[in-house]
C-alpha cells in the first residue's frame, strides 16, 4: 500500500517517514498515541498536521508490521 501522505525521503530526517509537507514523523505520532494522547491533541499540537495525517500514519504503521508476502520458489 503506497499513501501519498506518508513521505521518506534520506534528506528529511535521515529518511524516517513523515507526514507528506512536514517534519512531523510517524514515530512521534504513534508515541503520542500511545502515551495516550488524543487525535485532537496531536491536532492542536501540531497545527500543519491534518486528521488524514494521523490516520494515514496509523495505516503506515500496520502495513509495515504485516507479514511480507511469501517469495517465489
Do not use: C, F, W
Not at 517517514?17 to 492542536?44: D, S
Amino acid at each position: 500500500m503506497k499513501n501519498k501522505l506518508i513521505q521518506s525521503d534520506p534528506l528529511i530526517l535521515h529518511g524516517k517517514p513523515v507526514i507528506a509537507g512536514t517534519r512531523i514523523t510517524v514515530e512521534l505520532i504513534l508515541e503520542k498515541l500511545a502515551a495516550g494522547e488524543t487525535v485532537e491533541e496531536i491536532l492542536k499540537a501540531h497545527p500543519r498536521l491534518t486528521k488524514d495525517g494521523v490516520h494515514a500514519a496509523l495505516a503506515y504503521a500496520v502495513e509495515s508490521l504485516r507479514d511480507p508476502p511469501p517469495k517465489a520458489a
